[in-house]
């Protein structure tokens, strides 16, 4: 497994972008995937997870009602949709994919993508 996550950029506050995590090597549509973040001087966050279908999907507090995220299985790619970004969204944000075909913000995934920086501008 081998993750890439793009679509990060600079974005003024009420802005939206897409993040992509795709995996190149092999196939994770058994797998749950997830994105985390991480800010300057603060601990990595759970963002977002989606089970191997995309039937079950979980959000933090913080994002909820502004990000959503969905699966295209056939493309291996994982989708991060962010509306109205806020200057505290600013991060790297990475996706992860679990052994699991379920994820939760309790349990940690095996791979990691990159990281894609976000920046939110007030």
């Known amino acids: 497994v081998q993750l890439q996550a793009s679509g990060g950029g600079l974005v003024q506050a009420g802005g939206s972008l897409r993040l992509s995590c795709v995996n190149s090597?092999?196939?994770?549509?058994?797998?749950?995937v997830g994105w985390f973040r991480q800010a300057p001087g603060k601990e990595r966050e759970f963002v977002a997870t989606?089970?191997?279908?995309?039937?079950?999907?979980t959000y933090a507090d913080s994002v909820k009602g502004r990000f959503t995220i969905s699966r295209d299985n056939a493309k291996n790619t994982v989708y991060l949709q962010m509306n109205s970004l806020k200057p505290e969204d600013t991060a790297v944000y990475y996706c992860?994919?679990?052994?699991?075909?379920?994820?939760?913000?309790?349990?940690?995934?095996?791979?990691w993508g990159q990281g894609t920086q976000v920046t939110v501008s007030s």
């Open positions: 992860g994919a679990w052994l699991s075909s379920y994820g939760n913000s309790a349990t940690t995934p095996r791979y």
């Open positions: 090597r092999r196939t994770t549509s058994n797998n749950a």
């Open positions: 989606i089970s191997w279908n995309g039937g079950i999907t």
